[in-house]
């Protein structure tokens, strides 16, 4: 079990969060007009209920620089990739894959 230390904390926005891990990585999931998810581009949301059945995720180190994700798995894994064919967000994430990408980079030391 990690110990909380002054890294750890939550954020909000009215189109999704954002969780910054004990070990400095900090991931975010956003679900609004402007992000990669079934919302994209829709110009009804009510930003005081938004619901998505799928999600943006980006993730970026302790130092503030995005960890590349797009079907990058070394990325995934180990927050570190040296691809430069990928994006820096993955669009259209289930919940189950953004609790997986949440997972996998809250067990990496930083």
Same mark, same amino acid.
Request: overall charge negative; proline content about 2%.
């Given at each position: 079990?990690?110990?909380?230390?002054?890294?750890?904390?939550?954020?909000?926005?009215?189109?999704?969060?954002?969780?910054?891990?004990?070990?400095?990585?900090?991931?975010?999931?956003?679900?609004?007009?402007?992000?990669?998810?079934?919302?994209?581009?829709?110009?009804?949301?009510?930003?005081?209920? $938004?619901?998505?059945?799928?999600?943006?995720?980006? /993730?970026? !180190?302790?130092?503030? &620089? %995005?960890? *590349?994700? #797009?079907?990058?798995?070394?990325?995934?894994?180990?927050?570190?990739?040296?691809?430069?064919?990928?994006?820096? $967000?993955?669009?259209?994430?289930?919940?189950?894959? /953004?609790? !997986?990408?949440?997972? &996998? %980079?809250? *067990?990496? #030391?930083?």
């Amino acid at each position: 079990m990690n110990t909380i230390n002054n890294k750890s904390n939550f954020g909000a926005s009215p189109t999704g969060f954002r969780l910054t891990l004990d070990n400095g990585f900090t991931v975010s999931v956003q679900f609004g007009s402007l992000h990669f998810c079934s919302n994209k581009n829709r110009t009804d949301i009510d930003l005081r209920n $938004v619901k998505s059945p799928d999600a943006e995720v980006a /993730v970026w !180190d302790s130092d503030g &620089k %995005f960890v *590349t994700l #797009n079907k990058c798995q070394t990325a995934i894994d180990t927050g570190k990739c040296d691809c430069v064919i990928h994006d820096d $967000v993955l669009g259209h994430q289930s919940v189950s894959q /953004v609790i !997986d990408i949440i997972n &996998k %980079f809250n *067990t990496i #030391n930083d």
